[in-house]
């Protein structure tokens, strides 16, 4: 079975440190991943995705992830974290069985960003 | 170019009953997916459209139920509430070009009360 595990229900972090969201996979073949944010009492924003490639992505307000096979593992980080970068983060993988727009979503991890 | 709309944001209904919730995917999008958010459970996949047909649907009972019309929005619809129904439901479009794939727009959810 296909799954995606968030080791972290929250991560704490001091406004300016570099921070780390960690998410670890299990899929047949190639994994597609994402990372999406939720801020409260809204939907979920695209972050970025890893489809084949280079093994560290780029994706929006400076946020990056590293692609790891041999760990299965595709951490969320970002050199500098924002007090406004606080929000619900979701790693996920499409479910390969299910087509393309079937997502197996982890937990979630609450990032707390402090000034 | 308007976002993922979903009506209506906020409902509240007594067991037994049943619910539709409509969603009108980003111009131009044909795939549009539901997914279900709930404390316990996380995020969920119920089903997914395109182009008026339904590609994949969840691990959720037949009292959830969903179409797609032909202008690509789209309702979900609930019958027979249970308590355990209360959850946010989310909605997302994508233009599902290959490399867009898993690449999902929400909307801000419709957030459903059973009581």
């Known amino acids: 079975a296909q799954s995606v595990a968030q080791p972290e229900d929250q991560v704490n972090v001091a406004e300016g440190n570099p921070l780390t969201v960690k998410c670890t996979y299990s899929v047949s073949g190639n994994p597609y991943l994402f990372w999406y944010v939720q801020y409260p009492n809204r939907g979920l924003q695209f972050l970025l995705k890893y489809i084949t490639g280079d093994n560290l992505v780029k994706g929006s307000y400076g946020f990056e992830a590293e692609f790891n096979k041999s760990q299965t593992s595709f951490h969320l980080k970002k050199p500098s974290a924002l007090v406004s970068d606080s929000a619900l983060y979701f790693c996920a993988v499409r479910d390969a069985s299910g087509g393309y727009n079937k997502l197996i979503f982890g937990a979630g991890t609450r990032l707390a960003v402090h000034p | 170019k308007a976002g993922v709309t979903q009506t209506p944001r906020y409902l509240i209904k007594t067991r037994g009953q049943q619910v539709t919730l409509s969603c009108s995917p980003i111009?131009?999008?044909?795939?549009v997916s539901w997914y279900q958010q709930t404390p316990g459970q996380g995020l969920q996949f119920l089903f997914e459209y395109f182009s008026e047909t339904q590609r994949n649907k969840g691990n959720f009972p037949g009292r959830f139920s969903g179409r797609q019309f032909s202008n690509s929005r789209s309702e979900m619809n609930v019958s027979t509430l249970e308590l355990g129904d209360s959850a946010l439901y989310l909605c997302a479009s994508s233009s599902m070009t290959g490399t867009n794939t898993g690449e999902l727009f929400f909307g801000e959810g419709s957030r459903l009360t059973v009581l």
């Open positions: 111009s131009g999008h044909r795939s």
